[in-house]
C-alpha cells in the first residue's frame, strides 16, 4: 500500500516559448554557484578582505571545476560513452547530468589558483572563505539528478521513498532511496560544521576547506554504498567509495599538519584591503565633519535669525511702549486742560451770581431811602 513517496517530474526540461530549452539541471548547478560565490563573498569581507574578490576568482575556477568535474565523470564511466554501440559525442552533453565533484575541486583549485595569483590572495585563505558555500553549491546542485530521475538507492518502501518512473538508460520504474536527497541534506550539514567550527576555531591557512572536505567524504562514504547506478568496483567497493577513503585521510592529514605548522588564522588575507577600509573611514570622517560644520552654519544662522527676531521684536515693544506713554501724557494733559477750564467757568460763575446780588442789595437800599424821604 502507497503510504507517501516523492513524486519525480514528468520531464527535465522545459521549453520557453517553445524553442528555448530551460533544464532543471543546469539551473541547480547555475544557483548553486551564485549561492556559493555570495555567501563566499560575505565570509572574505567578514576576514578582511576586499568585495569582489570571491566573485573574481570564481570567474577562473568555476570553468576548470565544470570541466574537471566531467572529465572525472566521463574517465570513471568510459563505457558509458565509449563502449559498443555508444555515442562518444554524448560525453559532451553535460546538461544530461555526470559531474564528479572530486574533479570539479581538482581542477576547479587550479582556476582558483590562477584567480587568486592575478589578485595577489593566498589561496588557502579564499578556500576557507568559500568552503561552506561549496557545500551549499553541491547541496542545490544534488537536485538537478531529481529533474533527471538519476542516483537513486536501492529498493525501499519508506515514506520517503523515491517513485522513478523513467525507463531512460534501463531505469526500473519503481520506489528506491532518494540518494540525491541524503546528500544535499548531508551538505547542508557539512556548511553548518564549517561556520561553526571556523567561528569556534578560527580555522585558517586552508583547514576550514579540509573540514569542509573530510566532512563530505564522511558522508559521500555511506550514500555512495547505497546506490545502485553502474558504476566501477574495485575490491567489493565502488571507486567513489575507495575515492572518498583516501580523500578523507588526506584532508585529515593536512589539517593536523597545517595546524602545528601554522597555527591560528592569517591577519591579512589581501594586501592593500586594509588601507582602503581606512581611506573609506577618512572619507566618511570628512563627510561627516562637513555635515558638522553645515550643522554648526546653520545653527549659527538660526541663532542669527532668532536674534534679529528678538531685536525686531524689542524695538516693536519699545514703540509700542513708546507710544502708549506718549497717549497716555497726551491723556493727562486733556484731562488737565478740561479741568482747568471747568474750574475757571465755575470762577466766572460765582463772580457773576456775587455782582448780582450785590446789585439786588444797592437796588432794595435805594428803594428804602425814597421811602423815607415821602414821609
Same mark, same amino acid.
Given at each position: 500500500m502507497e503510504i507517501a513517496y516523492i513524486p519525480s517530474p514528468s520531464r527535465g526540461v522545459y521549453e520557453l516559448f517553445g524553442v528555448i530549452p530551460l533544464r532543471g539541471y543546469a539551473f541547480c548547478i547555475i544557483?548553486? $554557484?551564485?549561492?556559493?560565490?555570495?555567501?563566499?563573498?560575505?565570509?572574505?569581507?567578514?576576514?578582511?578582505?576586499?568585495?569582489?574578490? $570571491?566573485?573574481?576568482?570564481?570567474?577562473?575556477?568555476?570553468?576548470?571545476?565544470?570541466v574537471g568535474g566531467r572529465l572525472y565523470h566521463v574517465i570513471t564511466d568510459y563505457q558509458l560513452y565509449f563502449s559498443e554501440g555508444q555515442d562518444w559525442v554524448d560525453a559532451f552533453k553535460i546538461w544530461e547530468g555526470g559531474l564528479g565533484i572530486w574533479g570539479a575541486i581538482a581542477f576547479g583549485a587550479v582556476g582558483a589558483w590562477i584567480g587568486c595569483r592575478s589578485r595577489g590572495v593566498p589561496l588557502p585563505a579564499w578556500a576557507d572563505a568559500l568552503a561552506p558555500g561549496i557545500a551549499l553549491a553541491q547541496a542545490i546542485g544534488r537536485w538537478g539528478n531529481w529533474f533527471n530521475q538519476e542516483l537513486y538507492g536501492r529498493e525501499t518502501d519508506l515514506p520517503w521513498a523515491l517513485h522513478i518512473t523513467s525507463t531512460t538508460d534501463g531505469r526500473v520504474p519503481g520506489y528506491y532511496h532518494p540518494t540525491f536527497l541524503y546528500e544535499s541534506l548531508w551538505c547542508i550539514g557539512v556548511a553548518v560544521l564549517v561556520i561553526w567550527a571556523d567561528r569556534r576555531f578560527k580555522l585558517g591557512h586552508g583547514r576550514a576547506f579540509a573540514l569542509y572536505v573530510a566532512a563530505y567524504c564522511a558522508g559521500r562514504f555511506w550514500i555512495e554504498a547505497m546506490r545502485v547506478d553502474e558504476a566501477h568496483h574495485f575490491l567489493g567497493m565502488r571507486l567513489n567509495e575507495w575515492t572518498s577513503i583516501v580523500v578523507f585521510l588526506l584532508a585529515v592529514l593536512y589539517i593536523v599538519l597545517s595546524a602545528r605548522r601554522r597555527p591560528g588564522r592569517e591577519e591579512v588575507v589581501e594586501p592593500g584591503a586594509s588601507d582602503d577600509d581606512g581611506a573609506a573611514v577618512e572619507l566618511d570622517k570628512k563627510s561627516e565633519d562637513e555635515d558638522s560644520e553645515t550643522k554648526d552654519s546653520e545653527d549659527k544662522k538660526s541663532d542669527a535669525e532668532k536674534s534679529e527676531a528678538k531685536t525686531s521684536e524689542a524695538k516693536t515693544s519699545g514703540a509700542k511702549t513708546s507710544e502708549a506713554k506718549t497717549s497716555e501724557a497726551a491723556k493727562s494733559e486733556d484731562e488737565k486742560e478740561t479741568a482747568e477750564a471747568d474750574s475757571e467757568s465755575g470762577s466766572g460763575s460765582a463772580e457773576s451770581e456775587t455782582a448780582d446780588s450785590s446789585s439786588s442789595v444797592e437796588a432794595k437800599d435805594e428803594e428804602a431811602e425814597s421811602a423815607a424821604k415821602k414821609a
Open positions: 544557483i548553486g $554557484v551564485f549561492v556559493a560565490v555570495w555567501l563566499g563573498n560575505k565570509r572574505w569581507i567578514a576576514r578582511g578582505g576586499r568585495p569582489g574578490t $570571491v566573485a573574481d576568482v570564481a570567474v577562473w575556477a568555476v570553468p576548470f571545476g565544470l
